[in-house]
């Protein structure tokens, strides 16, 4: 589990523990479904919360899903890269360091002199126990 930074304001802690105790990805919305019994009352309170959680690096946000994650990735903070692999029929989602991958995405990056500021991968397909249970099922 990804730790808080120590900055965090009361809208920003409310969403990160949120998503930190989710067992999948929420939408903003979904989070502000959630914590609305905390005074929360407009999308843009829980916008602005995961701007700023997205800065910190807790937090990642799947261009694929529009939804978020808790950072799963120990000293991610620090890292601008983040992978993620999506299952299409249970909605798993695992994060992982892509480090063979960047290697040659920054090759890449550096021959064009392309000036990159972020990378999100996202893999989409099944996941190991979804392959399994239907094979079963065949």
């Known amino acids: 589990m990804a730790h808080a930074h120590p900055d965090l304001t009361k809208n920003q802690a409310l969403v990160f523990g949120r998503l930190s105790d989710a067992s999948g990805p929420l939408t903003a919305y979904a989070i502000l479904d959630e914590l609305r019994d905390n005074g929360f009352r407009a999308p843009l309170q829980v916008y602005r919360a995961l701007d700023k959680l997205v800065d910190y690096g807790l937090v990642h946000r799947l261009e694929s899903l529009n939804a978020f994650v808790a950072c799963r990735h ?17 909605g798993n989602v695992l994060e992982f360091a892509p480090d063979q991958a960047m290697e040659h995405l920054l090759s890449w990056t550096e021959s064009q002199e392309f000036q990159l500021s972020r990378t999100t991968i996202e893999l989409r397909g099944t996941c190991s126990y979804c392959s399994t249970a239907d094979k079963a099922a065949s």
Do not use: E, V, W
């Open 74 to 90: 120990k000293g991610c903070s620090d890292h601008k890269t983040a992978a993620f692999a999506i299952c299409d029929l249970c």
